[in-house]
């Protein structure tokens, strides 16, 4: 029987180009993971699965992990489009946490291991929060905040900007598994907001 994620894929047979196919490509990509994991991922399976060939996913990727690592960064820590927009600080980044949180989830961890030892030279962290994309994240977050009156200018500095992520990376990474709800609410609640409330 075939999963929504097949029949998603699969019903992109038309030619594509641009960034409609590169969505399907790291669409397939993550599909792949889930079902085959990292070490049985193959360039033919991700073409087959994307509906593309393997000399399209070549030219734009030279490599297993560099096609990997593309979907990767697609979804972790937030795609831009994505970036929530509730109404209010907490609820925002609570939101930003929680997408963070389910998007590294959906990577198998073991992917993410023999990915660290393909490409060589890169650190978990790194792999998995390249340099700016929380910072972006965050700086549009709380902008909003201070458009709303929540907070004050002046309270944001580098370091609060990117704390709540430091936090939840930290999390991440020392226990090598997804953040509970209960952990999230923690860092929101008891260490983040006091630091920017008004």
């Given at each position: 029987m075939k999963t929504s994620d097949d029949q998603l894929v699969e019903s992109t047979k038309t030619r594509r180009r641009g960034k409609e196919l590169e969505i399907?490509?790291?669409?397939?990509?993550?599909?792949?993971?889930?079902?085959?994991?990292?070490?049985?991922?193959?360039?033919?399976?991700?073409?087959?699965?994307?509906?593309?060939?393997?000399?399209?996913?070549?030219?734009?990727?030279?490599?297993?992990?560099?096609?990997?690592?593309?979907?990767?960064?697609?979804?972790?820590?937030?795609?831009?489009?994505?970036?929530?927009?509730?109404?209010?600080?907490?609820?925002?980044?609570?939101?930003?946490?929680?997408?963070?949180?389910?998007?590294?989830?959906?990577?198998?961890?073991?992917?993410?291991?023999g990915l660290m030892a393909d490409i060589g030279n890169i650190s978990l962290a790194e792999l998995l929060f390249p340099n700016g994309r929380q910072n972006r994240t965050m700086t549009i977050v709380l902008q909003r905040a201070v458009d709303r009156g929540e907070i004050r200018p002046d309270a944001i500095n580098s370091r609060i900007l990117i704390l709540p992520i430091d936090l939840a990376r930290h999390e991440i990474l020392l226990y090598s598994k997804p953040m509970s709800e209960e952990t999230i609410v923690e860092i929101v609640d008891e260490v983040f907001l006091p630091l920017v409330a008004k």
């Open positions: 399907a490509i790291l669409k397939a990509v993550q599909v792949e993971l889930s079902t085959v994991g990292y070490s049985n991922l193959t360039m033919e399976g991700v073409a087959e699965r994307s509906g593309t060939s393997k000399a399209v996913l070549y030219r734009r990727w030279p490599n297993r992990a560099e096609l990997v690592l593309a979907a990767i960064h697609a979804r972790v820590p937030l795609p831009l489009e994505e970036v929530p927009d509730t109404g209010n600080l907490r609820d925002d980044v609570l939101s930003v946490l929680r997408s963070m949180n389910k998007n590294i989830s959906e990577i198998v961890w073991d992917a993410l291991f």
